[in-house]
């Protein structure tokens, strides 16, 4: 799977968009871009996914960008529930790997009043 | 919202003891892995677990793990003769598609195990 690089962590002020950042320069054509995000040590939790094109569901939108290499989450206006660490995971939808998810370090967002 | 739960939540032992980790997924997935999460560090992946049997398995996931599905919808997993370095949470999560489309994993709320 490819690698991903985040920024350690980001701050946002409560009801503004929280824009979060990834690069996955190495990224190949079969290869979905994941989101999860971790709330103080509770189970990783799904975000929303993409391949190609820019995805929005009731939690946040993911904008990828046309050559695939980088991609944004973006929580449009950030409650303190949001505070968590986000996750960017690039997953090979084939192959032998049956979906195994390999988590880097994250973002730290914190959403402050 | 379908849940996959684990038990203990919170899980004590004493070096060299044995511990089994429960956990119950949601009932029409297919697909199962077990994740751990050592403090301050990832999450790191243990095995996957597809038509009753470990499909892929980590460097981590040693002899001294074992895993069952005593009626096969529930997951025990085994860790035999604990060690200091055990001491993490414990995460198993299930999906209901190779390809994890649509909502993904879902993850348990853990188990924290401590060895002294």
């Known amino acids: 799977d490819a690698k991903t690089t985040q920024p350690t962590s980001m701050d946002c002020a409560e009801g503004r968009a929280a824009n979060l950042p990834c690069n996955h320069s190495?990224?190949?054509?079969?290869?979905?871009v994941y989101w999860y995000r971790q709330i103080h040590s509770q189970g990783p939790q799904y975000i929303i996914h993409?391949?190609?094109n820019n995805e929005t569901n009731e939690m946040a939108s993911l904008i990828i960008t046309e050559d695939r290499k980088s991609s944004t989450l973006i929580l449009p206006h950030a409650t303190l529930r949001d505070t968590a660490v986000y996750y960017c995971i690039v997953v090979n939808a084939g192959g032998t790997s049956y979906g195994k998810l390999t988590f880097g370090q994250g973002t730290i967002l914190t959403v402050h009043p | 919202e379908p849940e996959v739960t684990q038990t203990p939540s919170h899980q004590v032992t004493q070096m060299g003891q044995e511990v089994i980790l429960r956990c119950v997924p949601i009932?029409?997935?297919?697909?199962f892995y077990w994740y751990r999460q050592i403090l301050g560090q990832k999450v790191e992946f243990l095995f996957s677990f597809y038509n009753n049997e470990i499909s892929e398995k980590s460097e981590i996931f040693d002899d001294q793990f074992s895993v069952e599905r005593p009626d096969g919808s529930n997951f025990t997993l085994k860790i035999r003769s604990t060690k200091l370095e055990d001491s993490a949470m414990y995460f198993c999560?299930?999906?209901?598609?190779?390809?994890?489309?649509?909502?993904?994993?879902?993850f348990g709320s853990g188990t924290r195990l401590t060895v002294v």
């Open positions: 190495t990224i190949s054509g079969n290869e979905y």
């Open positions: 009932s029409n997935h297919l697909y």
């Open positions: 999560a299930s999906s209901g598609d190779r390809v994890i489309i649509g909502y993904g994993y879902t």
């Open positions: 993409g391949l190609k």
